[in-house]
Nanobody
Framework: QVQLVESGGGSVQAGGSLRLSCAAS????????MGWFRQAPGKEREGVAV???????SYANSVAGRFTISRDNAENTLYLQMNSLKPEDTAMYYC?????????????????????????WGQGTQVTVSS
């Protein structure tokens, strides 16, 4: 059974930084594709960033250039470095894993970021950015 536990959320002022971590256990290892998603009140869950088993990364347009996803395969840990945070980044952030580690070379970014492609989910960590 795959278990994902997020940490690192909190409250920060606009322009600040946070680093989220996701510890994976069970069968989730370096062969999995993993990602970060977020959901603000009253909105649908959306993909923020994903990293495939081979290392290819994909980002939502709204965070590209500000957020960086990375993984430590030895520690089975996924990270999301968030810089230049904005109030609109306020949301519950979720870590997710997909057993199939790679998407097709021809897949679109939006497809790779789609929540329905991910099988396992953590409980989430809250990020609040004040202006």
């Amino acid at each position: 059974q795959v278990q994902l536990v997020e940490s690192g959320g909190g409250s920060v002022q606009a322009g600040g930084s946070l680093r989220l971590s996701c510890a994976a256990s069970g069968y989730a290892d370096s062969s999995y594709c993993m990602g970060w998603f977020r959901q603000a009140p009253g909105k649908e869950r959306e993909g923020v960033a994903v990293i495939e088993s081979a290392g290819r990364t994909s980002y939502a347009n709204s965070v590209a250039g500000r957020f960086t996803i990375s993984r430590d395969n030895a520690e089975n840990t996924l990270y999301l470095q968030m810089n230049s945070l904005k109030p609109e980044d306020t949301a519950m952030y979720y870590c997710a894993a997909r057993q199939s580690g790679r998407f097709s070379t021809y897949s679109s970014t939006s497809y790779r970021l789609a929540p329905y492609n991910y099988n396992y989910w953590g409980q989430g960590t809250q990020v609040t950015v004040s202006s």
